[in-house]
């Protein structure tokens, strides 16, 4: 693509050619729509607007080395969202919609996907609305599955860097057997205000605790959180906590390494003994964590600015060269797409 600056992409949302849809209506779903509109045309009533009704899930396609194109564990994002469906009580997509949709708009927008070499890659958003209109709370007998693509930058422009988190004892990001296991909009409008206030004192990140009993490390933003001591990679285990496809990822690629891995409740008073910490999500793959601050207690964590830990970054390498087709893809992430 002649037109785009790869090294400057942020991560944001930038038009490309096509996006597919499926509707489901009267009891089942249509064949799958191609369409270069941006925009979709819903009642003032629709379920999604008022009740919340509303699931997405994200993840990228990559130009290898070997100049293929990988889409990253696509069948993991697929069966994610059937379980954020399964709890709103939408209707159900299969994997294969799913799939197919997200291979569909790679091959369609194969002029936005990033050259080898930008740090770039294409972004995938599969989202889902509830659409029947209507006044009562109940579930939607209506619903619109869309797949869109948008060429995204390097997290880090300029290599990766330890962030400074802002732990908010003030909210929770959500409750104990609520939705905090699945990807839906409801969980992120809870998560703005605390952002917005770490942002304006300097903090890139939130850190939460578990909302039952404000003892346990839970989410970090909308990433997993991971720590790293004594040869192990522990991360938190609770009912609302995203199963990140990343985390998934890291964890077996810590296994490879010959590193113990713990996934279990992290008391807070805990965290001053990790060697590295971080966050984890499908946008940055891992944010090191140089620095904690406890705004309640006015207290610092503080795990190393000036660089990255040797074993998060070798994670974060490890990861990256298997989604660009630099390593041996030993346990089948990637599908191959063009």
């Given at each position: ?12 949302y ?24 941006e ?13 919340g ?10 130009r ?6 990988r ?9 994610r ?8 009580c ?53 619903a ?11 997290y ?8 400074k988190?802002?732990l908010?004892r ?45 003892k346990?490390?839970?989410e ?41 891995v713990?996934n279990r ?11 590295e ?44 060269d ?17």
């Amino acid at each position: 693509m002649e037109n785009i600056d790869w090294g400057s992409l942020g991560f944001n949302y930038l038009k490309t050619d096509w996006n597919v849809r499926y509707e489901f209506k009267d009891g089942k779903w249509s064949d799958m729509q191609v369409t270069s509109d941006e925009y979709i045309q819903m009642h003032m009533s629709a379920s999604c607007l008022h009740y919340g009704l509303e699931l997405f899930e994200g993840l990228k396609a990559f130009r290898g080395a070997d100049g293929k194109v990988r889409l990253f564990r696509v069948k993991d994002n697929a069966a994610r969202l059937q379980s954020s469906a399964e709890r709103l009580c939408l209707p159900v997509p299969t994997i294969d919609m799913i799939v197919n949709a997200c291979i569909e708009v790679v091959k369609r927008n194969e002029r936005f996907i990033p050259p080898y070499g930008t740090g770039a890659s294409l972004y995938l958003r599969p989202v889902m609305f509830g659409t029947t209109a209507g006044l009562g709370v109940k579930p939607a007998n209506d619903a619109l599955l869309i797949v869109y693509a948008s060429p995204v930058g390097a997290y880090f422009k300029e290599g990766i860097k330890p962030i400074k988190v802002a732990l908010d004892r003030e909210q929770d990001r959500a409750a104990p057997r609520g939705t905090g296991d699945v990807k839906v909009g409801g969980n992120y409008a809870a998560s703005i205000l605390s952002g917005v206030h770490a942002h304006e004192r300097g903090y890139s990140n939130v850190l939460y605790l578990d909302a039952k009993e404000h003892k346990y490390i839970e989410e970090c933003g909308a990433a997993n959180f991971f720590g790293i001591k004594n040869n192990t990679y522990v991360t938190p285990k609770s009912p609302s906590i995203l199963p990140s496809i990343t985390n998934k990822s890291l964890r077996q690629l810590a296994e490879d390494m010959g590193l113990k891995v713990e996934n279990r409740e992290i008391p807070f008073e805990e965290l001053e003994t990790f060697e590295e910490c971080g966050a984890c999500g499908t946008a940055a793959v891992i944010s090191p964590i140089g620095m904690v601050y406890d705004m309640e207690n006015e207290k610092t964590y503080n795990f190393g600015m000036d660089k990255v830990g040797k074993t998060s970054m070798e994670l974060y390498t490890r990861l990256q060269d298997i989604q660009y087709g630099r390593a041996e893809d030993k346990h089948n992430w990637c599908t191959i797409v063009l």
